[in-house]
């Protein structure tokens, strides 16, 4: 999110600036403006400022409009079910358009430098369009602003780079919509007054930096009694995130009463610490997963709220992004996106493309999904 101009959005950043003074963010969270949404559904939000296109060009693209494409994803990582989920959206999108063939290919650790080396390779044998889930916005910038030098374009989705290394970026959901439903479910589950814990990827990773800076903000706002203990990495590994869960539980003890999981590994390696602890209906879980990796926690009334987004849709969306930069119908300055069976998807940020709002999995609609 870049500096506002209205108004109302200078507002909600020099409240969350008076905040920040008075108590230091959350470790893992970014130093970016947040914009906590209202406490309650009757309350009006601050609106943020509307914002120019600031996303990059691709140099001298060739003219591919209506014409067969090839594209290659290089998610986070590969061989999880979240991405597992978004490929198969995209192989979804690939087969309703008729005329897009998508790759996916992509490290089996969440490693910046590992995904920057997979993407150069494409570059180097050549693609239409690259589709990428960032594992850090920054160090990613140099290799996608090489795909658009050459001529390739570039849409991200899941995991942002810098605006101005990618065309468009497709987000699940909006950051502050994500931190509301994630703060409401543990004051909910675990108490207006208990202390809980985060365990998150990387301090650095753009998403979980995000979330976290908009939970903490939301928290302030409308939970200010909530304990925040300490936030822990543990990258997106499950046996790193399940001792990294483990120790909070051992060091904390009575004063845990709450764990965020702010990853698809994260939320399940807790989840599973608890139940090891025998702690279910004494440590809320709360976090973001795919419903298959959470259904036996839930089903066993260990986990109340699994917050996250439909990831199929969020592969699919990206495809049909992707497709309509390619043919032209996309353009800087427009305000939505046709994406097929999910509709008109509007334009937020300047360049990017927002899926929805977020989606909360109970044990009453778990069963429904299948990812």
Known sequence: MK????????GATLLAGAASAADKRWDGADDLPVNPLACSAGEASAAPA????????????ADKAGKPITLVDVPKLIGIGYFNATSKGMQDAAKALGNVTVKTDGPTEAKIDEQIKFIDNYITSGVDGILFAANDPVAIAPVLK???????HVVGYDANSTPDAREWFVNQAEFNGIAKSMVDSMA?????????????STFTTPNQARWIAEMWAYAQKCHPKLKWLETVEAQEDNNLSFNQATTLINKHGDKLAGLFGMTSVATPASAEAVTKAKLCGKVAVVGLATPNAMKPYVNADCVKSVVLWNPVDLGYAATYVMRAVVDGS????????DAG????????NGSEILLGSPF????QN??????
């Open 3 to 10: 500096l506002g101009l209205a108004a109302a959005f200078l």
């Open 50 to 61: 509307a914002k120019p296109y600031d996303g990059g060009k691709p140099t001298n693209a």
């Open 146 to 152: 090489k795909a658009l030098s050459k001529g390739i």
């Open 188 to 200: 909910k589950e675990a108490g207006e007054d208990k202390g809980f814990a985060i365990v998150t």
């Open 330 to 337: 996309l353009k800087p300055g427009a305000t939505s996106v």
């Open 341 to 348: 069976k999910l509709g008109k998807l509007n334009v937020v």
């Open 360 to 363: 909360i999995f109970t044990k």
């Open 366 to 371: 778990i069963k429904d999904f299948d990812f």
